[in-house]
């Protein structure tokens, strides 16, 4: 073959491979192209999807400080209403403090109206006891108005017979007194019943005459001489009991107050003293004698506890330790007073 055709023949074959190779080449930049668009497209996805998060990121850190905000306003507004609620547990407490101070004037006014009746009560039963002894005109009972303390019924109604003679008795009834001029008054300690006619009342005490059956003088003296035992038991009795509480109020170990005291009068003693209408016991020296310091007992059991509830240990210790010699001296006179009103039972019969 010639040079010059072998020539052509070579450039014609390169040029065929140059042109496939530019087909392929620009098939190649094609999907480049494509590939680029698409990516760019994924792109844009992508952009856009963090936009939206940034956007989401945004309202979540809006709302954590909205919620931050709005805790830190709850947080005050409940240490508001913690200050309210402290104001209010204080004024409570010190209404609770007034209410208490309250009560207890109340309670005092309350129990000083109750001492003020029983001093009614019983200035009505000394004016009575007064007259009644101030001559024998006076006394319905001609016979000895022996002192007791015994327990029995008027009428079935529990009664306290508190002086008794052959021809009578005096009782207060602890309930609703009979009604009528009879009644039956019963000492089951003695198994005796008798009828009898109420001649005197005065709301529940009664002065009884017995009608037709009359004690026997030593039986009634018996029946005495046993009451007047018993009361200087119980007496003795309630003198130390009394002491003690006062001596525990003014030591701290109880809580009590001066309206919860008894009186000279209206303690077990004061009412039996109150109601003696015999002559010869009223003329013991023992007996007249234990009015004042029976009165200092009580008197001074109530200034003790007064000092206490206005801060003045010092002279609530004083007041108690006078309230207890006075106690020990009442003591000493029941003990005496009932050898000396055996003496006068005995004396009777000579």
Known sequence: MPEALLVATEVKNL????????????????????????????????????????EINSSIAAAVEEQSSASREIARNIGEVAGIFRGIASRMTEVGGETQRATTVAYTVGESANRMQEA?????????????????????????????????????????????????????????????GQGTVSLPGYKLSLRGSVVARHDNRLHIRFDERKIGR????????????????????????????????????RTLLPADLSTHHSCRLGRWYDSVNDPRTMRLSTYKGMATPHRTVHESGREALLALHAGNRTEAERHAAEMKRASAEVIRLLDEMERDFARTLAEATE
Do not use: W
């Open 15 to 54: 040029a065929g491979q140059s042109a496939k190779a530019a087909d392929e080449m620009a098939a190649k930049v094609g999907a480049i192209q494509a590939v680029a668009e698409q990516t760019i497209i994924s792109m844009d996805g992508v952009a856009t999807t963090i936009t939206t998060m940034q």
């Open 120 to 180: 009614l009560d019983t200035l009505a039963s000394l004016l009575a006891r007064a007259i009644r002894t101030s001559s024998d005109l006076a006394n319905r009972r001609h016979t000895r108005r022996r002192p007791v303390l015994l327990d029995g019924s008027v009428d079935q109604t529990p009664a306290l017979v508190r002086d008794i003679s052959e021809c009578g008795c005096y009782a207060e009834t602890k309930g609703a007194a009979p009604t009528g």
């Open 218 to 253: 030593e039986e009634v003296d018996r029946m005495s001489r046993d009451g007047v035992c018993e009361l200087v038991r119980l007496a003795k009795q309630d003198h130390l009991a009394f002491v003690d509480k006062i001596m525990e109020a003014v030591g701290g170990q």
